[in-house]
């Protein structure tokens, strides 16, 4: 089984903090997608990174796809209230033919 | 504003009703899910239509039965649930199924808000 672990499970920080979250697996994966999903609401799609290596920017959201695909970061830069949610990443799978999600990391900032 | 709508936003419903969640997109995409989420957990996949033909079917018990009516419509209809059925339900579309081989067509997902659904 296929396993996309994210890390931390939780984070709690004041607003203008900086914070990195991490999205790891045994497994390789042909694409890594990130979501933020707020309360009461489906996920968003943030940002798709394909290539081995891959750095995509997003204003403050820095995302990374690790070189051997199979491992991902967000990182926040000056985080603001803003930002609180479900944050998930789900991994492209050749070997199932489906996306892969995984266990998510829930970021609280306070004002 | 999402372009997925999801009907009702909220289902109180018996174990022994018959229910139906309600799916619509127009973005002309052609696979529509079904996830099931409970709290604070990630969602999990439970149907997959790819042009409205089902594609994928995640072993879900037969009392959750799905129906592509048209490439805009997905539809989820309930029947003798449990209430550990109690979860989110999350309807979302994409352009096509992900072909996850190449890294091209990566699938990516367009939810609705999702339906709350409350089985007592």
């Known amino acids: 089984t296929q396993l996309l672990e994210q890390s931390p499970q939780f984070l709690s920080i004041q607003e203008g903090e900086n914070l990195t979250v991490y999205c790891n697996s045994s497994s390789v994966f042909s694409s890594l997608q990130w979501y933020r999903q707020e309360p009461g609401e489906g996920p968003v799609l943030l940002v798709t990174v394909v290539t081995g290596g891959e750095v995509k920017k997003l204003k403050r959201l820095t995302f990374q796809f690790g070189d051997a695909r199979k491992d991902s970061s967000l990182h926040i830069t000056a985080a603001q209230p803003g930002d609180t949610g479900l944050y998930l990443c789900a991994g492209g799978s050749q070997s199932t033919d489906k996306l892969i999600f995984g266990t998510g990391t829930r970021l609280q900032v306070f004002p | ?120």
């Open chain 2, 1 to 120: 504003d999402t372009e997925v709508t999801q009907t009702p936003k909220h289902l109180v419903m018996g174990m022994t009703n018959k229910k139906s969640l309600k799916c619509e997109q127009h973005m002309g995409h052609r696979a529509m899910y079904w996830y099931k989420q409970k709290a604070k957990k990630p969602p999990e996949l439970m149907f997959v239509y790819s042009y409205e033909k089902l594609s994928i079917n995640e072993s879900v018990p037969s009392r959750f039965s799905p129906e592509c009516p048209n490439s805009s419509l997905l539809n989820l209809h309930l029947h003798a649930l449990q209430p550990e059925d109690s979860a989110l339900y999350l309807c979302a579309s994409s352009q096509e199924k992900g072909v996850f081989g190449t890294g091209r067509n990566t699938g990516e997902l367009f939810f609705g808000e999702g339906s709350r659904l409350t089985v007592l």
